[in-house]
């Protein structure tokens, strides 16, 4: 009984590692994904460039707004 619970139990978690991987395919080409982020982030630093001058820190603060979104949502689909 112990073993039939094992490999059922088994076989269900590689069915849904194998089924996860599916939905875990990338939507967009990893150059097209860079590329796509950082037209973004330079777009935000130069439209802040201004406020940069005064504050230089909030340079890490802008790349953590458009970096760690991007970053998360990555993580998530490979988990």
Not at 18 to 32: K, Q, R, V, Y
Request: zero cysteines; a positive charge.
């Amino acid at each position: 009984m112990n073993t039939l619970f094992k490999q059922t139990l088994t076989a269900s978690i590689l069915s849904t590692m194998i089924a996860g991987t599916a939905f875990a395919a990338p939507s967009e080409a990893p150059p097209d994904f860079i590329k796509r982020v950082a037209d973004g982030l330079i777009s935000r630093l130069k439209a802040d460039h201004a406020k940069l001058q005064n504050n230089p820190a909030l340079v890490k603060t802008i790349v953590r707004q458009n970096l760690d979104p991007m970053l998360i949502h990555k993580r998530l689909l490979v988990l």
